[in-house]
Nanobody, 123 residues
Framework: QVQLVESGGGWVQPGDSLKLSCTAPARTFNTNSMGWFRQAPGKEREFVGAISRSGTLTYFKESVKGRFTISTDNVKNIVFLQMKNLQPEDTAVYYC????????????????WGKGTLVTVSS
């Protein structure tokens, strides 16, 4: 079973920054585009952002553009989600994902999921 392991979640105040990490098996990392989803309490899981397998393309949910960035460490097979100027509405469990670029923003288009890491933004 493929394991994507997230880390870096926690509690922050509005306006703060946080960086999430997701470690993937090498084969998964090298053959899939990688992304992030989030699920707030009582809401459906939603796409946040993704990076293509080549690393040349990124794509973000409109509400996080300019605040969130995605990068990778291709040696350690890690994908990062850097989040800045966090707001209470960013509170959610954040899930690492892996799958084809063509379906990377669809929940049903993802091949592999992590178990999630909780981000809480509150004063």
């Amino acid at each position: 079973q493929v394991q994507l392991v997230e880390s870096g979640g926690g509690w922050v105040q509005p306006g703060d920054s946080l960086k999430l990490s997701c470690t993937a098996p090498a084969r998964t990392f090298n053959t899939n585009s990688m992304g992030w989803f989030r699920q707030a309490p009582g809401k459906e899981r939603e796409f946040v952002g993704a990076i293509s397998r080549s690393g040349t393309l990124t794509y973000f949910k409109e509400s996080v553009k300019g605040r969130f960035t995605i990068s990778t460490d291709n040696v350690k097979n890690i994908v990062f989600l850097q989040m800045k100027n966090l707001q209470p509405e960013d509170t959610a469990v954040y899930y690492c994902s892996a799958g084809p670029w063509e379906t990377i923003e669809r929940v049903d288009g993802i091949t592999y999921w992590g178990k999630g890491t909780l981000v809480t933004v509150s004063s």
